[in-house]
């Protein structure tokens, strides 16, 4: 069974930054697609960033040059660094996990397995 496990969300001031983790288990294949998404009240769902096995990342145009997404392959466990970060970035943020060709752009619908959510809160 694929488990998906998020650490790291919580409440900053507008500008200062934040370091989300997660970390998959039980995924036995060799290829993956690690995504992010976040969900704000009252919104739909929307892609932040994604990154492959083999490293290629792809970014949301509202979190580039803000945020980067690393991912440690051995472990299958993905980072979400957030830095500059705006009241707008408030958000549920969810760890997914999908199939290598997931990550060929940022639809919520590519990924099967999701984790549970972390809140980030921006104050301005």
């Known amino acids: 069974q694929v488990q998906l496990q998020e650490s790291g969300g919580g409440s900053v001031q507008s500008g200062g930054s934040l370091r989300l983790s997660c970390a998959a288990s039980g995924y036995t294949f060799k290829n993956y697609c690690l995504g992010w998404f976040r969900q704000a009240p009252g919104k739909g769902r929307e892609g932040v960033a994604n990154i492959r096995s083999d490293g290629i990342s792809r ?5 580039k040059g803000r945020f980067a997404i690393s991912q440690d392959n051995a472990k299958i466990t993905q980072y979400l660094r957030m830095n500059s970060l705006e009241p707008e970035d408030t958000a549920m943020y969810y760890c997914a996990l999908g199939s290598f060709w997931s990550c060929s752009d ?4 590519d990924f099967e397995h999701w984790g549970q959510g972390v809140q980030v809160t921006v104050s301005s």
């Open 59 to 63: 970014y949301a145009d509202s979190v």
């Open 106 to 109: 940022l639809r919520a619908n």
